[in-house]
């Protein structure tokens, strides 16, 4: 009886709340152990109890679920917050995973993603329904628009940067200076607002800019 797995549904629709309870207190070593329709009643029980994973509404009626992610994170890192809801924009799907989320998964999903996306975030890998990972696969076109323009010599240099090569390397590869290429991966550290060649290249994969 130690082992088990200890969870909170936080929805502002009871319905909601009952179907997920009634479906993971019928799963072997999971019980939900308090069901809360506003962020402050969740927040109120995680100061006095521990909870290994918070199923969590995006929209609830006092305050924005990626934010309560956040504020739950912060009082509890150990508990794992997993999203679930109706909304399949990706910018939101993105902000809550930033905000510390461990998944995401949408309340169409059958009863097994539910069980898989639980027991994948408590490997500590990320947990989605399979329309997510097709939400997250394509970027929209808000998300190309807010994306920073890179030329195409500033490409060809993060994917030589990418593949680890040093700046006189490059330099000798595309027949340019070394100061040419470290002009170059200054600007794209810029348009980035990275500090460094790791940052630059983690921020530019995330984009879908190499």
Do not use: W
Request: glycine share 4%; net charge neutral.
């Amino acid at each position: 009886m130690n082992n088990m797995i200890k969870l909170a549904v936080v929805d502002d629709h009871p319905i909601v709340i009952q179907g997920i309870v009634s479906l993971i207190n019928n799963l072997e070593n999971m019980q939900v152990v308090g069901s809360f329709q506003s962020g402050s009643a969740l927040i109120s029980f995680l100061n006095t109890h521990e909870i290994d994973i918070v199923l969590l509404d995006v929209m609830l009626p006092d305050v924005n679920g990626i934010e309560l992610c956040a504020q739950v994170k912060k009082l509890s890192p150990k508990t794992i917050v997993i999203a679930i809801s109706n909304h399949t924009e990706r910018s939101i799907i993105m902000q809550i995973l930033q905000n510390g989320a461990s998944g995401y998964i949408l309340k169409n999903a059958s009863v097994e993603e539910l069980k898989n996306g639980i027991e994948t975030a408590l490997r500590g890998e990320l947990a989605f329904s399979k329309e997510v990972i097709e939400i997250i696969a394509k970027p929209s076109v808000n998300d190309l628009k807010g994306r920073p323009k890179f030329t195409k010599r500033e490409k060809q240099i993060l994917q030589l940067i990418a593949q680890g090569k040093t700046t006189a390397s490059i330099a000798e590869e595309l027949f340019l200076s070394p100061l040419t290429i470290e002009t170059h991966r200054r600007n794209m550290m810029q348009k980035l607002d990275v500090k460094n060649a790791i940052e630059l290249i983690n921020i530019a994969t995330e984009q879908l800019l190499i």
